[in-house]
């Protein structure tokens, strides 16, 4: 009889899925909210989509206790640069927070994938995408999550940005309008549900623009 090594791994995959498109003065940032562990769905309302300042969102997928552990991080370390410069952070200086965040933590990682959005300081839209250790890019659009390998070969066909070799350098931003990258974020996740079992439920859409921030939903498969 072959010996049973006994097993615990600090880590566990909840599944989800984020998606982020930026355009010339608005940020989308969308994520399903199921939450679960193997084929058990732990809950069916889990916001994976946290607002960390005024023109900067965070979209998380991975394993849910070391989201929320960086989340917190990342607020007390917000909440210090508010008080030592009577400003909140622009979206780029919170995506290098976020990157040195992740990479102090590289040889324990938090297990998250992360996607930030918002607006920089000229108010065009802006997306960073990570991985677990502080990796990242700006990018015109990005997607992260157990959904990834569906949507962002979807995203490339609609939206493909022009190769960063090219000279002169192009806008990564989309050319799509507002209305136009909502109905496609929609469209990914109608998709993406369809084949990925931990994503559905429930769409959360976060809007930035010049406006502020507005939320849209959306219902998905509850299979």
């Known amino acids: 009889m072959t010996k049973q090594q006994a097993n615990w791994s600090p880590y566990d995959n909840n599944g989800g899925t ?7 003065d608005y940020c989308v940032i969308a994520a399903d909210t199921r939450m679960s562990t193997g084929y058990n769905i732990l809950t069916r309302d889990y916001s994976k989509i946290i607002k960390l300042a005024d023109k900067c969102v965070l979209a998380s997928s991975g394993f849910q206790a070391d989201v929320r552990a960086l989340q917190k991080v990342l607020a007390a370390r917000h909440l210090i640069y508010q008080h030592q410069h009577n400003k909140q952070m622009s979206c780029p200086a919170m995506g290098q927070l976020l990157s040195n965040t992740l990479y102090y933590k590289r040889f324990f990682p938090y297990y998250s994938f992360n996607v930030l959005g918002g607006l920089d300081n000229e108010g065009k839209g802006c997306v960073f995408t990570y991985d677990a250790v502080g990796s990242y890019e700006r990018v015109g659009y990005s997607s992260q999550g157990s959904g990834s390998t569906l949507i962002m070969p979807f995203l490339d066909n609609q939206l493909k940005s022009p190769s960063p070799l090219l000279l002169p350098a192009k806008d990564a931003v989309t050319p799509l309008s507002e209305s136009e990258a909502i109905d496609l974020v929609k469209t990914c996740f109608a998709s993406a ?4 079992i931990y994503t559905g439920d429930r769409l959360e859409i ?18």
């Open 18 to 24: 984020c998606v982020a498109v930026a355009g010339a």
């Open 193 to 196: 549900t369809e084949r990925d």
């Open 206 to 223: 976060v809007v930035l623009n010049a406006d502020g921030i507005r939320r849209e939903e959306m219902d998905l498969r509850k299979d």
